[in-house]
């Protein structure tokens, strides 16, 4: 393996901003999973304004939580990586515990109940036992496994991301250049394997940035110490971009979608970057005792609040509340649900909690289990 490069701890302000970070990002990815609405034209004119509200929360400013969650993982690996096999083999076993089992265990749950609804609803799924496993392990009906698989590979493939990298400022800012690159123009070099890519450019890139930012620790100190000018400034800059790309295309769409042109590609990448900087100089200012503690439980509101949670809810809620309006009830209801039951389960089943959670846990008082560090607190 390459020798290791050198880089600096952050400061305990930083580290707890990325547990804040992680918990609104979890809020976002909530939001972006429940949204009940999205304009069906390109033109914002003809679409409601429920629909063009989601898009512009959901679509447009949520968007941010998965590269903040590949930028935290790639910081967190590499922080504390020496560039050794050793250190190598240690964080596999660590991330497999922390990320593969509480993978394993979500797909295990989601594929048993998508097979028991498909057949109580008399429309069995007709796969042969390739095609079962494959669903189970490399696509399972839990959507937001998508970036947990992501993340078990960039782990396997950490050595070769430092290689890239290398040990110099200059090769390193070539690698985050051509990644920057492809994910800007959302190419997608990697095959699809099972219905996702094997590995997406998003998660890459900003895995990789957060590789080379712990070189530069004084960067993220400055980026959360913003001043209060700066940050409204940003979270204005942000607003007006996501309006533009809604307005330049209201049915904009990336995933597994060619729903977009170059103008409006451009506005919500551009909006991304913005919005990433902007939330770590908010979260900064939020790193309050309850928010600290909570952040414990944000992983396990990941994993739990999609399927088969989403596919009950969505289909109890359709019956009081007209469909494209759900989102507006569900989202809070599932957001304080989960953490809820995240408090609970750590107080009166804490072993479990431990488990699926990986070691991420919330504080609750003295029954609790011993918390990880800040960076177990999200699915990064």
Not at 100 to 110: D, E, K, R
Not at 225 to 237: D, E, F, M, N, P
């Amino acid at each position: 393996m390459s020798a290791p490069y050198r880089h600096h701890d952050v400061s305990v302000s930083v580290k707890e901003t990325f547990q804040v970070v992680a918990l609104i990002a979890t809020v976002m990815v909530v939001g972006i999973h429940y949204k009940s609405a999205v304009p069906l034209s390109a033109e914002a004119a003809d679409a409601t304004w429920n629909a063009l509200t989601q898009d512009f929360l959901f679509g447009g400013i949520a968007r941010v939580a998965v590269p903040l969650f590949a930028f935290a993982a790639g910081f967190f690996y590499y922080r504390s990586d020496d560039g050794t096999w050793g250190c190598y083999l240690k964080k596999l076993g660590q991330r497999g515990r922390s990320v593969g089992l509480p993978y394993f265990i979500v797909a295990s749950v989601a594929i048993f109940a998508w097979l028991m609804i498909r057949r109580l609803t008399n429309d069995p799924a007709n796969m042969n036992w390739p095609q079962f496993v494959a669903t189970w392990w490399l696509h399972p009906p839990a959507e937001q496994l998508w970036f947990l698989r992501d993340l078990l590979v960039l782990v396997l493939i950490a050595p070769v991301i430092r290689f890239a990298l290398g040990a110099s400022g200059l090769r390193a800012a070539v690698v985050i250049l051509i990644l920057g690159g492809a994910w800007f123009l959302q190419w997608e070099p990697f095959p699809i394997l099972v219905g996702w890519h094997f590995l997406h450019i998003e998660t890459l890139f900003f895995f990789a940035l957060g590789a080379v930012a712990t070189r530069y620790p004084d960067w993220l100190e400055s980026i959360c110490r913003i001043s209060t000018v700066g940050v409204c400034g940003l979270l204005g800059l942000w607003g007006v971009l996501l309006l533009l790309r809604i307005n330049l295309r209201a049915d904009f769409d990336l995933w597994y979608s060619d729903s977009y042109g170059w103008l409006d590609l451009f506005a919500h990448k551009t909006a991304i970057l913005v919005g990433g900087v902007a939330l770590f100089g908010v979260a900064y200012r939020l790193r309050y005792p309850i928010l600290m503690r909570l952040s414990g439980a944000a992983f396990f509101v990941y994993l739990v609040h999609e399927f088969p949670l989403r596919a009950i809810l969505v289909r109890g809620a359709d019956q009081v509340v007209p469909h494209p309006y759900t989102c507006w009830v569900l989202t809070p209801l599932v957001v304080v649900g989960c953490f809820v039951a995240a408090v609970l389960t750590t107080r009166y089943f804490p072993l479990a909690m431990q488990t699926l959670s990986g070691g991420r846990v919330p504080s609750v008082g003295k029954r609790s289990l011993p918390k990880r560090s800040a960076q177990a607190n999200s699915p990064a």
